[in-house]
């Protein structure tokens, strides 16, 4: 037969200890909130990053849709950019009837990027038959995108090709 033996002293002091102390309790969450401080704005900087790049692509890819449509039709088309949206749209048939190629993709709202014309760059942009600018500008055309404190350039030639990223303002 086992015998039972009562609580001792020890053994109601280590129920009592089961749980976390106030001041354990308080150590942890001040080193979350050092921690958390320490994260955010990192987070917010490369949320930001990602976003101008997703803006650039998307941006990229309307006037890049603009020019092919151009040459694949051989006939006008026009990248037009109102506000923060852009769209793309060409002429087609017989009769030349303007069709929508692509958008409006609205950049803010799909990135959160904001889209700024430098140096008197149209907000309409033209090309031709054979994929040119039209009127032909007189130098590179430059749009800011803008995401939180960052900041990129799109540089298009006049030739009408995008230039990689490193234009300058």
């Known amino acids: ?9 020890s053994d109601r002091s280590r129920q009592r200890r089961l749980g976390f102390t106030m001041l354990e309790l308080m150590l942890v969450v001040a080193t979350l909130a050092v921690v958390f401080t320490m994260v955010v704005p990192r987070m917010t900087i490369m949320r930001d990053g990602t976003a101008l790049r997703a803006g650039r692509q998307q941006l990229s890819a309307a006037f890049a849709a603009a020019r092919a449509a151009a040459l694949q039709k051989g006939k006008p088309s026009t990248l037009t950019l109102t506000g923060n949206k852009a769209s793309v749209t060409v002429l087609s048939g017989l009769s030349s009837t303007s069709v929508k ?8 709202n799909s990135v959160g990027v904001t889209l700024t014309p430098i140096g008197g760059a149209p907000t309409t942009v033209s090309y031709n038959a054979r994929g040119l600018l039209t009127p032909i500008p007189a130098e590179v055309l430059k749009y800011r995108l803008s995401a939180g404190g960052r900041a990129d350039t799109l540089c298009i030639t006049p030739a009408g090709i995008i230039l990689k990223k490193g234009c300058t303002l």
Not at 1 to 9: G, I, K, L
Not at 101 to 108: A, E, K, N, T, Y
């Open 101 to 108: 190629v692509m958008g409006p993709i609205d950049l803010l």
């Open 1 to 9: 037969m086992t015998q039972v033996r009562p609580f001792s002293a």
